[in-house]
């Protein structure tokens, strides 16, 4: 089968489109005829050989963690699950003709694969870093970098749980955030005197990295109502990296993808011979919604 690797840590420049053995679904595990992979951040920094304690690298390796696909492998002791279901979930080395998924679920009807694949780390992700920043029905949230595939399903998370998100994004991508309901402002100079303007924070997530932790914890007054999940640490500011379960993720974004409560585009797609320009436009960010490989 095709697969994409890397034998050493760098740049986009070191993944390859390989041959490869195809992998068995262990117990527990399902086997997937892959037909889109997700392209998240972790990804490639996983790729660049930054430490991350929930993903322990052996080189060489496979990419991605997110995909969906057709179930055509069931391990013992998996039920409720057939050969031949449409399915979508994460696993290891998704960029990949055949891959191995730990969680799954059904995808929900009208959902292309394409679409599918964008949905489960983002998903949990989102769901993760709201549940620990503590915001609730009626508080105001303030998501930093909120155009992308993590801070779109914040915001339509939020919407539907009764939370108001202020949310900040490039200048092409403002109108796209007022149509997630968000109240929308761009980054920048004056940045944190708009965002005063738009109403008091409650809490706030750093999704980009681009050195606003010192003003997200001027904003909500106390650090421990700022999540980062692009940043190093600082000044009290919680880091949040460890997933949660993604099997009870992928049962809520069902949920709200089937109540037509959640919706994320597609910017652009790949082949899996053109992961290593995937993981270059991801990194150039200004993402709006997701980017996935086609397989």
């Known amino acids: 089968m095709k697969k994409v690797s890397f034998a050493e840590f760098g740049g986009p420049d070191v993944l390859q489109l390989i041959d490869a053995e195809e992998p068995h679904a262990g117990p527990g595990r399902i ?14 920094r996983i790729r660049e050989g930054q430490v991350l304690g929930a993903h322990p690298t052996e080189l060489p390796a496979g990419v991605g963690l997110d995909a969906a696909g057709v179930v055509d492998e069931v391990g013992e002791g998996v039920e409720g699950v057939e050969i031949g ?32 694949a964008g949905y489960p780390s983002v998903v949990e992700t989102a769901l993760r870093i709201m549940r620990e920043v503590g915001v609730q029905s009626g508080q105001t949230l303030l998501v930093s970098g909120a155009s992308g595939g993590v801070g ?19 200048a092409a991508n403002q109108d796209y955030l007022r149509g997630l ?23 706030a997530l750093d999704l980009a990295g681009s050195g606003v932790l010192r ?19 600082e000044l009290g500011v919680r880091f949040s990296g460890v997933p949660g379960s ?10 709200l993808i089937s109540r037509g409560k959640l919706h994320i585009p597609v910017e652009k797609s790949y082949t899996l011979a053109e992961a290593a320009a995937a ?8 993402t709006r919604g997701r980017r996935v490989i086609i397989v």
Not at 31 to 44: E, K, L
Not at 86 to 106: D, H, I, M, N
Not at 152 to 170: C, H, N, Y
């Open 85 to 116: 279901d449409r399915v979508f979930g994460e696993g290891t080395s998704t960029y990949a003709e055949f891959a191995v998924l730990s969680a799954w679920a059904r995808m929900p009807e009208g959902l292309t694969f394409e679409e599918a």
């Open 152 to 170: 779109s399903a914040v915001l339509q998370i939020a919407r539907d749980r009764g939370i108001t998100v202020i949310g900040t994004a490039g």
């Open 31 to 44: 086997r997937i005829a892959v037909r889109a992979a997700g392209v998240n951040p972790v990804d490639w």
């Open 279 to 286: 993981h270059a436009d991801s990194q150039a960010g200004h």
């Open 246 to 255: 993604v099997h009870k993720a992928l049962a809520e974004a069902v949920d």
């Open 181 to 203: 309901g968000a109240l929308a402002t761009t980054y920048g100079e004056g940045w944190v005197e708009r965002v005063r303007q738009l109403g008091r924070v409650d809490a």
């Open 215 to 233: 003003e997200l914890v001027e904003l909500t007054g106390d650090p421990e109502k700022v999540i980062t999940i692009a940043a190093a640490p």
